[in-house]
Antibody, heavy 122, light 109 residues
C-alpha cells in the first residue's frame, strides 16, 4: 500500500530553523516526483515546490524560491522541507504529495501525506 | 503562470441536490492537465478527477468533470452528507509551477 507519512507538529520561534519530513512507503520512492503544498490558516492550497528523489532535481514556486529548501534521501525514502530562518508568516499546514505517473510531473497528485502543522510564534 | 479562478466561492445546498462548480483558467489548458481535489478539515486533500473527466480510483460516479479550453466544471449529481467540503481545481500542464484555484466551499444549507 502506498503511503506518505509526515513528521509531527512543530512549534518554533521566529528566526529558528526547521526541517520537516515525508517518508514514502509501498512504492519506488526515487521514481516519482514529490510536491510540497502549503495551506495557511483560513486559506487555500498553495504549491511550494517539487523534487524528483532519483536525482534531486528540484523546482520552486517564485514565492518559495530562496525561502525554503527541498531535499530527498532515497536511502531512507524521505523527502524534506526546511527553513533556515522561520517567520511568523510560515505558520501553516504543510502537505507532501506524490505525482501519479512514474517519472512524470505532468500528472496529478494521487497520494498525500497527512500534513505537518508548523506554528511560528514568539 | 496559469491562474485558476473558481466560482462560486461558497455554495450552499442540501443533501440530494445537484452541485455545479466552475473553474476558469487564465489561458487555454489541455484537458489532460486539469484535476479536482476534495479537502475536508483535518484530512489530506483527495484526488477526485484528473484529465478533466477521469474519476480517480474509488471515487463515486456521482462525481463528474467536464470542460475544455479555459472553462472546466465539477458536478456532483446528488449530494451526500460526506460531500460537503472544499473543492479545488488544479492545473499541471505547466508543471512546475502547479497552480490551484482558490477553492469552492460546499456547505450544507
Amino acid at each position: 500500500e502506498v503511503q506518505l507519512v509526515q513528521s509531527g507538529t512543530e512549534v518554533r520561534k521566529p528566526g529558528e530553523s526547521l526541517k520537516i519530513s515525508c517518508k514514502g512507503f509501498g512504492y519506488s520512492f526515487g521514481s516519482y516526483w514529490i510536491d510540497w503544498v502549503r495551506q495557511m490558516p483560513g486559506k487555500g492550497l498553495e504549491w511550494i515546490g517539487i523534487i524528483y528523489p532519483g536525482d534531486s532535481d528540484t523546482r520552486y514556486s517564485p514565492s518559495a524560491q530562496g525561502q525554503v529548501t527541498i531535499s530527498a534521501d532515497t536511502s531512507s525514502n524521505t523527502a524534506y522541507l526546511q527553513w533556515n530562518s522561520l517567520k511568523a508568516s510560515d505558520t501553516a499546514m504543510y502537505y507532501c504529495a506524490r505525482h501519479s505517473l512514474n517519472g512524470d510531473y505532468s500528472s496529478p497528485q494521487d497520494y498525500w501525506g497527512q500534513g505537518t502543522l508548523v506554528t511560528v510564534s514568539s | 503562470e496559469i491562474v485558476l479562478t473558481q466560482s462560486p466561492d461558497t455554495l450552499s445546498l442540501s443533501p440530494g441536490e445537484r452541485a455545479t462548480l466552475s473553474c476558469r483558467a487564465s489561458q487555454t489548458i489541455s484537458s489532460h492537465y486539469l484535476a479536482w481535489y476534495q479537502h475536508k478539515p483535518g484530512q489530506a486533500p483527495r484526488l477526485l478527477i484528473y484529465g478533466t473527466s477521469n474519476r480517480a480510483a474509488g471515487v463515486p460516479d456521482r462525481f463528474s468533470g467536464s470542460g475544455s479550453g479555459t472553462d472546466f466544471g465539477l458536478t456532483i449529481s446528488s449530494l451526500e452528507p460526506e460531500d460537503f467540503a472544499v473543492y479545488y481545481c488544479q492545473q499541471y500542464v505547466n508543471s512546475p509551477p502547479i497552480t490551484f484555484g482558490q477553492g469552492t466551499r460546499l456547505e450544507i444549507k
